[in-house]
């Protein structure tokens, strides 16, 4: 099993920054996808980002585009988000997952274990 964590979520104004941790606990992450997820409320759960082990990263969602930043410290077993003028329609609760290799990070089926979110508010 692997256990991660979301932190550093919060309410901010529109214009603000955040930066979003996930740390992972438990087995091995080695070799692991990492990615993003957000669920504002009344909608689906959608993709934002991810990050391979390699440290190569997927499209970015096109709303996030230019404004977050995803990393990773394998080191530390933690997934960053750096989320920068930041938006109302940016509010939502933000989750990580882990995935294994080989796999489709957009997708949300390819992953295998989830944080219990972090909720992020903008206000305007």
């Known amino acids: 099993q692997v256990q991660l964590v979301e932190s550093g979520g919060g309410l901010v104004q529109a214009g603000d920054s955040l930066r979003l941790s996930c740390a992972a606990s438990g087995r091995t992450f080695s070799g692991s996808g990492m990615g993003w997820f957000r669920q504002a409320a009344g909608k689906a759960r959608e993709f934002v980002v991810a990050?391979?082990?390699?440290?190569?990263?997927?499209e970015y969602l096109d709303s996030v585009k230019g404004r977050f930043t995803i990393s990773r410290d394998n080191a530390k077993r933690t997934v960053y988000l750096q989320m920068n003028s930041l938006k109302p329609e940016d509010t939502a609760v933000y989750y990580c997952?882990?995935?294994?290799?080989?796999?489709?990070?957009?997708?949300?089926?390819?992953?295998?274990?989830w944080g219990q979110g972090t909720q992020v508010t903008v206000s305007s």
């Open positions: 997952a882990a995935a294994g290799p080989d796999v489709d990070l957009r997708k949300a089926h390819s992953y295998d274990f």
């Open positions: 990050i391979r082990w390699s440290g190569s990263i997927t």
